[in-house]
């Protein structure tokens, strides 16, 4: 077992936090935890299962500092030597979140690790009670090579108080080979704690290859 996350926050002042200990990535639009994400493939995941931009869990400090219409935050990661895994990196997050548009954010947000750097810019705007949508650009430059460049388009709407459907077209190109993605996923409330996710993707790639994914997910709420 690996310990995935384990974090301490404090208030330093109106509006700032600062947090210390295993925390999540702040890069991508997408959750990286199942019981937060719209559906149950990650966009860009050509090979099924891991996603090729986003990381997960860093140690680290991050500070954030929130506003009436914008905030700001610093995430410093340490990370095990590529080349000594007795000695630790450091690589830095810094996310710049505008929300002085109602019922709309816009992120950009920039990683600087030892190995890679990440551009990574999303928007999201709920047009209705019932209908939100969101855009996403990320890029990912890699010091070994095949550098990594995808964006998303994704719309989820509320058919009623029980079931909403997710829709995702993505695409991801990675060196010399691209892949195109589109994904439908709609969602049940069974009960107040118990929710149903099934989702159906089909992934075409430029080397004639085919992905097809059809996946059942049961998430329980305590």
Request: glycine share 8%; hydrophobic share 35%.
């Amino acid at each position: 077992t690996t310990l995935e996350e384990a974090v301490v926050t404090y208030a330093a002042a109106d509006g700032l936090s600062i947090s210390a200990g295993r925390q999540l990535s702040y890069v991508g639009f997408e959750a990286y935890d199942p019981i937060n994400m719209y559906q149950i493939s990650y966009a860009y995941d050509h090979s099924g299962g891991v996603q090729d931009i986003y990381d997960a869990y860093r140690d680290g400090v991050s500070a954030t500092y929130v506003g009436d219409m914008f905030s700001v935050s610093v995430f410093a990661q340490f990370v095990e030597d590529a080349g000594d895994a007795t000695a630790e990196d450091t690589g830095f997050e810094y996310v710049f979140a505008y929300t002085g548009v109602e019922n709309t954010v816009v992120k950009a947000i920039f990683a600087d690790a030892p190995t890679y750097d990440v551009d990574n810019y999303w928007v999201s705007y709920k047009v209705s009670d019932d209908l939100s949508i969101a855009a996403e650009y990320a890029e990912k430059d890699n010091d070994t090579g095949n550098d990594i460049e995808g964006w998303l388009l994704m719309g989820d709407y509320t058919v009623n108080g029980k079931m909403s459907l997710t829709l995702r077209y993505s695409e991801e190109e990675i060196g010399t080979t691209s892949y195109e993605k589109f994904t439908i996923a709609p969602n049940y409330a069974i009960s107040d704690e118990l929710l149903g996710v099934i989702e159906y993707s089909a992934q075409d790639a430029s080397d004639n290859s085919e992905n097809d994914f059809l996946g059942i997910r049961l998430l329980y709420r305590f």
